[in-house]
């Protein structure tokens, strides 16, 4: 093999090259390929015995949350807390100014970074992060400069989506997007729970049915991202938030109703609950009817899960207090491993059919 092809060989790690391997040769088995093709096929790639990217990322990951953890260590020690008042006696206007200058400057690190080094995926990602908490520093401080005491404190969080939206288009950044929806949701749970003055209810709806119709709204969104060239690649992201908001409430929906209060809820009848759990469970496999019938894996993942939890809560809801915890749980162990059997078949599926050497 010469210098230049051997630059070009692909490298994967050890777990992919056993799949990509044996599909080689079922390929070859069946004809589907001669033997010399397969032959040049299997010296196309080369196993490396680390897999770097994947320790690249962790590591990144790890080291932003030392941050944050050591951000929350110093806010938890009261000497570390003068010390900051100290540094911090400007006014809050200022500290703003100063937080978004910091964050401004993080975001154009991490874009021009971006555009020079596109390989430096997840080092570029961690600048980018670093300027998403020095942004909801700079909107706090904001906040604590045209505080009026009123409590209306979801237009900070309004504006950091605003922010984060702006700046995750701008960068392309899927970090940075996903921030936006998470802020976007904050804004929507506390603003309807201040114009409702904080009680239970928004137009008869509590905090779990009032996130159904956000999550289910945010889905439906989505699919317009794709119109535009600058959207089209926050259309899953923005797709898979809408679902993780719509089934955890519909979730929590489906266990506490749309009640408001505690002790309502404990004197409901189960029966009462019953057409939320149904709601659930349509919802949950009418995902998986899409996800199988439109090959979309992100529809049939989250139909598959939630379709077993609702299952499983069910479970726990009508069994715990009427069933001795010995069956209870020897009933949860069998219904586990059928589920592990039953996925193994189907992992194994395409290697069951295959002829044998």
């Not at 404190?153 to 996903?178: C, D, E, N, P, T």
């Not at 309807?192 to 119709?213: C, D, E, I, K, Q």
């Not at 899960?305 to 069933?323: A, G, K, P, S, V």
């Not at 020897?330 to 194994?348: D, M």
Request: glycine letters at 8%; charged letters at 20%.
């Amino acid at each position: 093999m010469t210098g230049g092809q051997k630059d070009a060989t692909m490298k994967i790690v050890r777990s992919r090259a056993k799949i990509l391997k044996s599909a080689i040769e079922e390929w070859m088995r069946q004809e589907v390929i001669t033997r010399d093709e397969g032959a040049r096929l299997l010296q196309s790639y080369e196993v490396v015995p680390f897999d770097w990217k994947r320790a690249t990322k962790y590591s990144f990951w790890i080291s932003l949350i030392c941050i944050v953890i050591a951000v929350g260590s110093v806010l938890a020690d009261e000497a570390l807390m003068k010390l900051l008042a100290r540094i911090f006696k400007a006014p809050a206007v200022v500290n703003s100014f100063f937080f978004a200058a910091v964050a401004f400057a993080f975001y154009f690190w991490g874009l021009r970074r971006k555009r020079r080094r596109p390989e430096k995926i997840f080092s570029t990602e961690a600048i980018l992060f670093l300027g998403v908490l020095s942004t909801a520093g700079s909107v706090f401080f904001f906040g604590q400069a045209i505080d009026t005491e009123s409590g209306h404190f979801s237009i900070l969080l309004l504006i950091s989506a605003f922010i984060y939206a702006a700046v995750g288009l701008l960068v392309q950044s899927k970090l940075i997007w996903i921030f936006a929806l998470l802020s976007i949701g904050s804004w929507f749970g506390a603003e309807t729970g201040y114009v409702s003055g904080w009680g239970a209810y928004y137009l008869g709806m509590n905090f779990p049915l009032r996130f159904v119709l956000f999550g289910a709204a945010l889905t439906g969104s989505s699919f317009l991202f794709g119109v535009w060239d600058r959207t089209e690649g926050f259309e899953k992201s923005t797709r898979a938030m809408g679902l993780l908001y719509f089934f955890i409430a519909l979730w929590i929906l489906s266990i506490f109703g749309n009640y408001g209060d505690w002790t309502s809820w404990h004197e409901a009848k189960q029966v009462e609950l019953f057409h939320w759990a149904l709601l659930f469970g349509i919802a949950a496999i009418a995902a998986l009817f899409h996800g199988v019938r439109a090959d979309d894996a992100m529809s049939r993942g989250f139909g598959l899960t939630f379709l077993f939890i609702n299952l499983y809560t069910r479970f726990f809801e009508h069994f715990w207090d009427h069933m001795h915890k010995a069956i209870f749980f020897a009933l949860l162990a069998v219904s586990f491993w059928c589920l592990g059997t039953r996925a193994e078949r189907i992992w194994n599926l395409g290697r069951q059919d295959s002829p044998k050497p």
